[in-house]
C-alpha cells in the first residue's frame, strides 16, 4: 500500500508567501506529491495551546493573519482550502485513544505557519486541511508519539506536515545577509544527517548532544514540527532532503519529504 507523504517545511518569515526565493522554487517543484492525497494534516509552530491538543473543526477555516507590520499585500492573502469536520473528530478520538485532551475548535483557521508553504505546495487550495496544535506541556517524546498518531492516517491517504524551522533565533537574524551564521549551518547539517541516517533518537536528544541547540533554538516551538514529521514517519519511507538554503544570516529554510 502506498503511504500519503510527510513533510517537514522550514515556512520562514511571513513574506514566504510572496517572495521569490530558491527554498519557494523547491516547494514549488514538490507539488505532484500532494496528487491523490484526500486530506492534510498540518503542526505549526505558532498554534501553542495551553494543556490540550486543539484540532481544527470548522468546515471554512479562516486565514489568519497572526503577523505584524508587513506590507499590505499580505494582509490580502488568502487560502481557501476547506476543512474537516469529520477528519477533525476522526483525529480527536484517535488521539484521546491514547490518554491525550482533545478539543475541537471550530472557529481558529489557519496561521501563517500553515497556509503560507501550502500555497506553494497546494496552491489552488484543493485539498482539504485540518491543523493540530501543539501542547505547551508536551515533552519532546510527547510531540514525536503525537507524530506517531498522526502517521496512522496515510494509510487512509491523509498526508501530514509539521511546519517550523530547523533554526530560529530572530535576534541573530540581518535581513538580505547573503553570508550564513557558522552555527547556523553546523546545526543545519547536523540535523541533516541525523534525518539522512534515520536517528530520531539524536533528534530527540538534541538539547544535551548538539552544541548549538539553544542558541538555535532559544524556543523550541519551531523545531517541535520536525518531531511530529519524524514521528509520522516510517523506516521504509525514502527520505528527500529539500535544501532551500539559509536566509538572512540565521534562518535555515530546509525541508524534508518522507514518502
Known amino acids: 500500500m502506498k503511504l500519503a507523504p510527510v513533510m517537514f517545511v522550514g515556512h520562514g518569515s ?87 485532551d482533545v478539543r475541537l475548535q471550530d472557529q481558529r483557521g489557519l496561521d501563517h505557519g500553515a497556509w503560507v508553504p501550502l500555497m506553494h505546495l497546494v496552491p489552488n487550495a484543493t485539498i482539504p486541511v485540518v491543523q493540530v496544535s501543539i501542547n505547551s506541556h508536551a515533552s519532546g517524546d510527547d510531540v514525536y508519539r503525537l507524530g506517531e498518531q498522526l502517521g496512522c492516517l496515510r494509510e487512509q491517504g491523509i498526508a501530514v506536515i509539521g511546519s517550523g524551522s530547523i533554526t530560529h533565533n530572530l535576534r541573530d537574524l540581518v535581513l538580505d545577509s547573503k553570508q550564513a551564521a557558522d552555527y547556523v549551518v553546523e546545526f543545519e547539517q547536523w540535523v541533516r544527517l541525523q534525518i ?27 523545531y517541535l514540527p520536525l518531531l511530529v514529521a519524524l514521528g509520522a514517519s516510517r523506516h521504509r519511507d525514502q527520505v528527500s532532503v529539500i535544501e532551500g538554503g539559509i536566509q538572512h544570516h540565521a534562518l535555515s529554510m530546509e525541508s524534508y519529504l518522507w514518502q
Open 14 to 100: 511571513p513574506m514566504f508567501a510572496i517572495e521569490q526565493s530558491h527554498a519557494r522554487d523547491l516547494l514549488e517543484q514538490h507539488r505532484t506529491v500532494f496528487d491523490g492525497v484526500k486530506a492534510i494534516v498540518i503542526v505549526s509552530a505558532h498554534w501553542v495551546t495551553n494543556g490540550f491538543t486543539g484540532v481544527t473543526s470548522d468546515k471554512a477555516p479562516q486565514t489568519i493573519h497572526d503577523f505584524g507590520g508587513f506590507p499590505t499585500q499580505l494582509y490580502q492573502l488568502e487560502y481557501p482550502a476547506s476543512g474537516s469536520p469529520e477528519l477533525a473528530k476522526a483525529i480527536q478520538s484517535l488521539l484521546a485513544a491514547d490518554g491525550l
Open 196 to 222: 539522512t541516517e534515520c536517528n530520531p533518537q539524536a533528534l530527540l536528544d538534541a538539547p544535551n548532544l548538539q552544541a548549538h541547540f539553544f542558541r538555535a533554538h532559544p524556543t523550541h516551538e519551531h
